[in-house]
């Protein structure tokens, strides 16, 4: 049959094209599962300085000392919309033990906080104009949220969270902070 042997290579490049894809993404996979879960990793947060109100600067140094939340947000990002009214609330219950900071790379400070406060925030925000401690933590999705301990410690890295998600990781957050 004349074409039937182009048309047998065709298929077998494309099986072959398949499992190439196939032990790729296995690969991948494996990678992923053996470096461990990101949110279980401990790590330090890292010195960046971000930009607040009237363009001052403060070092991520400075915000540790106190169990610390920092919730990475922007306005266009319908989850990370979703999500601010639960920090308000949580805020407003335990603002006085745990420090709460947004941080933005995106949007402007007016526009982050007029975003922020039709939804009730009223804690810190923080442009980080640079995108520098988004790098540093190497950030690929929105919402994050950290959650640090007073010594500047990140116990709990997490995505999207509801009202009572967001407690719990903050209660989380207060037992792991109280000194032994």
Do not use: K
Request: charged share 20%; proline share 4%; with cysteine.
């Amino acid at each position: 049959m004349p074409g039937s042997s182009s048309q047998n290579g065709f298929r077998r490049g494309g099986a072959i094209a398949l499992v190439v894809a196939s032990v790729a993404l296995l690969v991948v996979a494996i990678v992923r599962f053996s470096a461990g879960d990101d949110s279980a990793r401990v790590e330090a947060l890292p010195a960046v300085d971000l930009t607040g109100a009237n363009d001052a600067v403060v070092s991520t140094g400075d915000l540790v000392g106190q169990p610390l939340v920092i919730n990475f947000w922007y306005a266009a990002c319908p989850p990370c919309a979703n999500e601010l009214q639960h920090f308000a609330a949580i805020h407003e219950e335990y603002g006085d033990r745990v420090r709460f900071v947004g941080v933005n790379a995106i949007d402007t400070v007016e526009e982050m906080a007029d975003f922020a406060g039709e939804r009730g925030v009223s804690y810190e925000l923080f442009q980080d104009r640079l995108a520098e401690l988004q790098t540093e933590m190497r950030l690929t999705s929105f919402p994050t949220t950290l959650f640090i301990t007073a010594d500047g410690t990140i116990i709990e890295r997490t995505g999207v969270l509801d009202g009572s998600s967001l407690e719990a990781e903050v209660l989380a957050l207060l037992a792991a902070s109280v000194p032994t």
